[in-house]
């Protein structure tokens, strides 16, 4: 159970990188610009490839997570001894 746990705060730990990953990228291509001295401007448009791939991205990553727990092998041995008999 605990192997689990540590699994699954794993992937959310990954998955949370990455979405914040992805809005670095997005907010590093929204830099300034200097048009004079006395005046700057500040372009908030990002081009929508970039919200494509982040969306893209982080719904393979959801799923990857999502589809992580669903694999459990569960072995169940059983033993008798002599004094079962």
């Known amino acids: 159970m605990k192997q ?4 699954i705060a794993g992937k959310a730990f990954l998955t949370v990188l990455m ?10 291509q929204s ?23 982040c969306a893209a ?5 959801l799923v990857a997570v999502l589809r992580g727990g669903k694999s459990r092998d569960i072995t169940i041995t059983k033993t008798t001894t002599n004094s079962d008999i």
């Open 4 to 7: 689990l746990m540590k699994t």
């Open 57 to 61: 991205v982080f719904i393979l990553i």
């Open 31 to 53: 830099s300034g610009t200097t048009t004079s001295t006395t005046r700057t401007e500040h372009s908030v448009s990002v081009q929508p490839w970039v919200w494509v791939v």
């Open 19 to 28: 979405l914040f990953t992805c809005v670095i990228s997005v907010l590093a």
